[in-house]
C-alpha cells in the first residue's frame, strides 16, 4: 500500500491541504468588515474606475459621479469669497485719491476765500474807525469772515474722514460675511471631492453596485472595499474550553487549501454564550453551549470571506 500513501501526500501537497491542529479544536469561518463606499449626494454616475475582484492601492480614485452642477456652485461660491474680500479690503481704505482731490481743490479754494474775507473784514474796520464807513459793510465783511473760517473748518474734516477706513462694526460685518463665504466654499469642495472619493486604504474590491449612466441615490454604497486588515476569523468554542482561550494569545489556525503554519491572535472573546453556530459551521457541535471568538488573522493571508476554517485551542 506505499504506492497509495504516497499517492494521498502527493495530493495533499499539491491541493495545499494542512493538517489540522493537534488537541482540541474550534469550527468557524472567516468574515470581513466591509467598507462601503457612497457619496451624500444623489447624481448620476460619471465613472467607475475599480473592477470587482481586484485590489486598488490607497488614495486611487473608485468613481465619480457627474459634478457639473457641483462645480457651477463651487464657481459661484469662488466668486462670492472674491467679492467679500474686495468689499472688506475698500472698507480698510479711505476713499479714492481722485476724491480726496477735490476735497483738497475745495479747501484750497476756501482758503484763498478766506484770505480775501479777512482783508475786507480789516479794511472794512479801519474805515469805521476813522467814521468814514459803514457799519452795516463791516457786519457784511465779518460775516463773509465767519462763513469762510467755517467751511474751511468743514473741509478740513471732510478731509480727515476721507482718509480714514469705515467704521469698525462695518469691518466687523465684512469680515464675518467673508468667513462666511469661505466656510460654503470649504464644504462645497469637500462634496466635490466626496462625488469622486478615493480608497481610504490598500483594499480588495469586493464589489460594485452601480454601473455608469446610472442614478445613484444619495448614500447609497457604490463600491464596496476590504482591507486586509478587516478580515477576521469567528469561531465557536465549546464551554468547557472557553476558559483557555484569552485576548491576544496566538493559536494555530488551518482550513483546505491554506498553508501550513498559520496562526492567528485572539482579539474577542464573547461574555455570553449562544447555542447553535451559524449554518454549516455547527455540524458535530448543535445542542452545545458555544463562545464566540473572533481572532485577528495575519494581513497578508488573503482569506476569502465564508471559508471554513479550524483553530486549534490550547490543551
Not at 466687523?172 to 478615493?198: D, G, I, S, T
Amino acid at each position: 500500500m506505499t504506492w497509495f500513501s504516497d499517492a494521498v501526500a502527493a495530493v495533499a501537497l499539491f491541493l495545499g491541504l494542512s493538517g489540522p491542529p493537534a488537541g482540541p479544536v474550534a469550527h468557524g469561518y472567516v468574515e470581513g468588515e466591509y467598507l462601503r463606499i457612497a457619496a451624500p449626494v444623489a447624481a448620476t454616475l460619471d465613472k467607475l474606475n475599480v473592477v470587482r475582484g481586484r485590489t486598488v492601492e490607497a488614495g486611487a480614485p473608485l468613481f465619480a459621479l457627474d459634478r457639473t452642477m457641483a462645480r457651477a456652485e463651487r464657481d459661484r461660491l469662488a466668486a462670492a469669497v472674491a467679492q467679500a474680500k474686495s468689499q472688506r479690503a475698500d472698507l480698510t481704505k479711505g476713499k479714492r485719491p481722485e476724491e480726496i482731490a477735490v476735497i483738497a481743490a475745495q479747501t484750497a479754494q476756501t482758503e484763498a476765500s478766506l484770505h480775501q474775507t479777512q482783508a475786507e473784514l480789516h479794511r472794512q474796520e479801519v474805515l469805521v474807525r476813522r467814521n468814514v464807513g459803514a457799519v452795516e459793510r463791516l457786519e457784511a465783511a465779518r460775516a463773509a469772515r465767519d462763513r469762510d473760517v467755517a467751511r474751511l473748518a468743514e473741509l478740513s474734516a471732510q478731509l480727515d474722514t476721507a482718509r480714514l477706513p469705515a467704521r469698525i462694526d462695518q469691518i466687523a460685518a465684512a469680515e464675518a460675511a467673508l468667513a462666511m463665504a469661505e466656510a460654503a466654499l470649504a464644504q462645497q469642495e469637500r462634496r466635490l471631492a466626496e462625488m469622486a472619493p478615493m480608497a481610504p486604504t490598500a483594499a480588495l474590491v469586493e464589489d460594485t453596485l452601480y454601473n455608469p449612466g446610472e442614478w445613484v441615490p444619495a448614500g447609497s454604497p457604490v463600491v464596496t472595499l476590504l482591507p486586509p486588515e478587516r478580515r477576521k476569523l469567528v469561531v465557536f468554542v465549546p464551554e468547557p474550553l472557553v476558559a483557555r482561550v484569552r485576548p491576544g494569545q496566538a493559536l494555530p489556525v488551518s482550513c483546505d487549501g491554506c498553508p501550513a503554519g498559520l496562526t492567528a491572535v485572539v482579539a474577542f472573546v464573547a461574555p455570553r454564550a449562544e447555542y447553535t453556530p451559524p449554518v454549516i459551521y455547527s455540524v458535530g457541535s448543535r445542542e452545545k453551549l458555544v463562545f464566540r471568538i473572533e481572532l485577528a488573522p495575519d494581513p497578508s493571508w488573503s482569506a476569502a470571506p465564508g471559508l471554513p476554517v479550524d483553530v486549534g485551542l490550547p490543551p
